[in-house]
């Protein structure tokens, strides 16, 4: 099959981290019987939805905030070449390049090839989703370049050997203990005398950046947003580590999605207001850094900007799921989800774990690549209702779940309930029927075991409405 | 075929011929100047872990929190300046002698209330973007006309052509078990002197 180079496609297979190695069931199995991993989460997610509740409800307008978001985010998406264009311009024309990846081979291939430009064999990072999504380490471990993460929680992640678990805190699986032996274990030079107080911790990391923050001269990012208007670029963090990267070295390389453009200069107005108090529960993070391509004097001399496809035009491509690229990476449904409480990020099998990856994974892989990810939910609605750019992630999971190859089994039994619904006397008789499965427990017969694998087959009621309506 | 043409020929394709023109954008949010609460800025970059200072001389505050050496940009206003404290002004100071001064003096663009943040544009009297960064002390000077009430005002005094620094306390992680630590790579320590009229600075 051949595909005309400028349809809408999906990320491609071999590369990257959108794709599991097993199914959310079998994943999602795992992790539930990880005490550890479940009393972490509870307490993270916990706290972060108090923090959050309590700073948002200091803001009286935050509906009005999530509508100006929401109503932006889709003129946005309605405007995305000409926006895309119109950002190019201005980046170039401050000093910046401006590179465009179809997808994540070509998008860590272009890094790749700047970072050997410079001749340097070492690089900084930004914690970033976009790289964490194409596999960007791996492919610069690969062709010999050692990629460095500086943000606290990516760095137990990378010392670990492991994967982030969540959007904002990845290292939230880990407590202070793991996190101390994996210091003990990993970071050169630390002292052996180190304890497990967060504050010793957080110390002895910023020990061993600090030479390497000092020293190196490439560092690559990511972008929380970029406006079309102007060419400037945001980043959003807490510990410094992305004010080091972003100032100290002498090339500075920003991976974007296409999805992350904000029209205009006023209208971050909207999202800086939304961001921190749905993520971190912060009324502001506390360090935020903007720049235009380059300034004089000051900070990296060399900016390159690529933009990231790798699956976005599918997903914009569907009418009712392009408004998962609308998300801003806060993670405020994960926090609230009690599915992803109870799994994890791990179980998900993709960099966007919860809710929202729930969504954007399957769109962005094709939904055969992450088929069970559209049921990773319970489709209760507290994603939405948390969702500070409004996404409606219940309706594109229901969505989603059409699109997905249902099993034959499952779709012989659905023909045949809907066979017997629309004729009055078999209904009567599988209703009888029904009651007999009282003997059988709460456990359907193969094959539809699978059905009961994980819920309860309710009890028959012990009438019928027919019955009782037949003897009044 | 570029990777440009193929990006834009995909989301063309996606967005289809007809694609709906761009609803409108509901602006029923504040926005607008409103009153800038000088006692919510302080309350807010208190509760942040910043040490404000209201009412004192800017010489004398810096010279009590001994910062040795003292580094400054180069548009620096020299009244505030202390004796008997080692001043570097900076003009392209190397990284190393940064990472070890004693602390940096800057002045603001913009503070904003609502959220407690303080922005840096570097002008000559904030300087290069670094030196605020890897001194372990920042002491900030705003003044009271510099203070908006929330973000939106905020964006509309700012040339988003300059290199911005917002900043809202000082450098933090919750990374470990959600407990936060405040100086993880930034400057540990804040203080923030807030010049109001009546100060005659």
Excluded at chain 1, 187 to 216: H, I, K, N
Excluded at chain 1, 365 to 379: F, I, K, R
Excluded at chain 2, 81 to 96: C, F, I, M
Aim: proline share 8%; charged share 20%.
């Amino acid at each position: 099959m051949s595909t005309f180079l400028g349809m809408p496609a999906t990320a491609p297979r071999g590369v990257g981290n959108l794709r599991g190695d097993e199914s959310f069931p079998a994943a999602a199995r795992k992790a539930l019987g990880n005490d550890q991993l479940r009393r972490n989460l509870g307490h993270a997610t916990t706290t972060i939805r108090a923090k959050s509740g309590a700073v948002i409800g200091e803001l009286p307008d935050w509906q009005e905030l999530r509508s100006a978001g929401s109503a932006l985010k889709a003129a946005t998406m309605a405007r995305l070449p000409e926006l895309l264009l119109q950002l190019e311009e201005n980046v170039t024309r401050a000093g910046g390049v401006v590179h465009w990846a179809a997808d994540a081979n070509e998008a860590n291939r272009i890094v790749t090839e700047l970072v050997r430009a410079t001749g340097e064999q070492r690089v900084i990072k930004v914690k970033s989703m976009a790289t964490q999504e194409i596999g960007l380490n791996e492919a610069l471990e690969e062709a010999g370049i050692e990629p460095i993460e500086t943000d606290l929680a990516e760095l137990i992640v990378q010392l670990g050997n492991d994967k982030p678990s969540h959007i904002l805190v990845p290292a939230i699986h880990r407590n202070r203990s793991e996190i101390r032996e994996i210091f003990l274990r990993e970071m050169p030079g630390v002292d052996p005398a180190l304890t497990d107080e967060p504050v010793v911790l957080a110390g002895a990391a910023r020990r061993y950046l600090r030479e390497t923050f000092l020293s190196t001269k490439v560092a690559v990012s990511g972008a929380n947003f970029a406006i079309a208007d102007t060419g400037t670029l945001v980043v959003l963090e807490s510990e410094g580590n992305g004010r080091m990267c972003l100032t100290l070295p002498e090339t500075l390389i920003t991976v974007m999605g296409i999805e992350k453009l904000v029209p205009t200069w006023q209208d971050l107005e909207v999202f800086l207001q939304l961001l921190p108090r749905a993520s971190t529960g912060e009324r502001m993070n506390p360090y935020t850094s903007m720049w235009t391509g380059v300034t004089p004097g000051d900070g990296p001399q060399s900016f390159h900007l690529v933009l990231l496809d790798n699956g976005r035009s599918a997903v914009l491509a569907d009418e009712v799921g392009r408004q998962a690229l609308h998300c801003i990476r806060c993670s405020a449904c994960l926090n609230v989800c009690p599915v992803y409480e109870r799994t994890g990020g791990h179980a998900y099998g993709s960099v966007y774990p919860g809710p929202i990856g729930a969504v954007l994974s399957p769109q962005l892989t094709g939904v055969e690549d992450n088929a069970s990810l559209p049921y990773a939910s319970s489709l209760c609605g507290a994603c939405f209702d948390a969702c500070p750019v409004k996404i409606d992630i219940p309706s594109i999971l229901v969505h989603l779940r059409n699109e997905v190859p249902h099993p034959r089994t499952e779709r012989a039994a659905m023909a045949a309930a809907a066979y017997t619904m629309d004729h009055p006397k078999l209904y009567a008789a599988a209703q009888h029927a029904a009651k007999l499965t009282k003997l059988a427990g709460h456990r359907l017969p193969p094959p539809l075991n699978g059905w009961t694998a994980s819920r309860d087959l309710p009890e028959p009621p012990p009438e019928t409405f027919r019955d009782w309506w037949a003897k009044r | 075929m570029s990777s440009r043409d193929v990006v834009l020929g995909r989301i063309r394709a996606a967005l289809g011929d007809d694609a709906a023109p761009p609803a409108g954008i509901p602006r029923d949010y504040r926005r607008g100047d409103q009153p800038a609460d000088l006692d919510l800025l302080v309350h807010r970059l208190e509760d942040y872990k910043a040490v404000v200072h209201r009412g004192v001389s800017v010489a004398e505050t810096v010279a009590a929190l001994a910062p040795d050496p003292l580094i400054v940009p180069p548009g620096i206003n020299p009244d505030w300046l202390p004796a008997g404290v080692e001043v570097l002004h900076d003009d392209g100071l190397s990284a190393d002698v940064l990472a070890v001064a004693g602390g940096v003096l800057t002045a603001a663009t913009v503070a904003v209330a609502e959220t407690g943040t303080i922005v840096l544009d570097g002008s000559p009297d904030q300087g290069r973007r670094v030196i605020s960064l890897l001194p372990d002390l920042h002491i900030c000077v705003v003044r009271a006309d510099q203070v908006v009430a929330s973000v939106p005002e905020a964006l509309t005094r700012l040339a988003p052509q300059r290199p911005l620094t917002w900043i809202s306390g000082p450098s933090a992680t919750s990374d470990i078990e959600l407990n936060r630590v405040e100086g993880v790579h930034g400057p540990r320590r804040l203080h923030v002197i807030l010049l109001e009229a009546s100060d005659h600075e």
